[in-house]
């Protein structure tokens, strides 16, 4: 069955580290994938879409990388900041007459000052 | 000015009841979704439409039903409701260009609790 999988563990890193997210996908072939930010009560934000033959993409302090092979996304954060924290969720196109997005259950990142 | 709007944001109510939410979307998209979010904070696609017409059903039971009066709002129904209905229902939308769903702006959430 089709599965997309991210650490469901939270990830605590400190202020101006670099934070890395992973999204691991089994038995998708996905046109492009997406990374959303969802902060406590709020509905998620859309932040970056990378296409399947794109190896790496890039906006301000973050960068998705997109793995076809390994059949995985790296999302970073660089120079991360307590504002950062949030929970990431990653998604995934699916094809179906007309496309939709499958989503992970998201990582819960902190960022301690 | 709000993107994609919502309302209730939270509904409580008896089992066995019949609610509605209502969403609203002024970005002039022309695709919509119904996503559940659940206590464990799992998204899950419901319903898509796409100019007025559904294009997407996942496995939802029959009791809920969405209705799209026009390609800027789309409407869920619940009948009956049942004590796992309770979670967090997000409406967003996209504008689909060649079938690619596209960046989805999502609502505010509506905290349906069924007690």
């Known amino acids: 069955s089709q599965k997309i999988e991210q650490n469901s563990e939270a990830l605590n890193i400190q202020e101006g580290k670099t934070a890395t997210l992973t999204c691991n996908y089994t038995?998708?072939?996905?046109?492009?994938l997406q990374w959303y930010r969802q902060d406590p009560g709020r509905g998620p934000v859309f932040l970056l879409l990378?296409?399947?033959?794109?190896k790496e993409k890039r906006k301000e302090r973050l960068k998705v990388t997109f793995d076809t092979t390994l059949k995985q996304s790296l999302f970073h954060i660089t120079a991360s900041q307590p504002a950062d924290s949030a929970t990431y969720l990653c998604?995934?196109?699916?094809?179906?007459?007309?496309?939709?997005?499958?989503f992970g259950k998201g990582t819960m990142l902190l960022v301690s000052p | 000015d709000t993107a994609v709007s919502q309302t209730p944001k939270y509904l409580v109510t008896q089992m066995g009841n019949d609610k509605s939410i209502k969403c609203e979307q002024n970005?002039?998209?022309?695709?919509m979704y119904w996503y559940k979010q659940d206590s464990k904070k799992f998204l899950k696609i419901m319903f898509s439409?796409?100019?007025?017409?559904?294009?997407i059903n996942e496995t939802v039971p029959n009791r809920f039903s969405p209705k799209s009066p026009d390609k800027a709002h789309l409407n869920l129904h619940i009948n009956s409701l049942e004590l796992g209905d309770s979670a967090v229902y997000f409406c967003?939308?996209?504008?689909?260009?060649?079938?690619?769903?596209?960046?989805?702006?999502f609502g505010e959430g509506s905290r349906l609790t069924v007690l």
């Open positions: 970005l002039g998209h022309d695709t």
């Open positions: 990378i296409r399947e033959n794109e």
């Open positions: 439409y796409n100019n007025k017409e559904l294009i």
């Open positions: 967003a939308s996209s504008q689909s260009q060649q079938g690619e769903a596209g960046e989805l702006f």
């Open positions: 038995n998708y072939s996905p046109a492009y």
């Open positions: 998604a995934l196109s699916r094809n179906s007459g007309y496309s939709t997005l499958t």
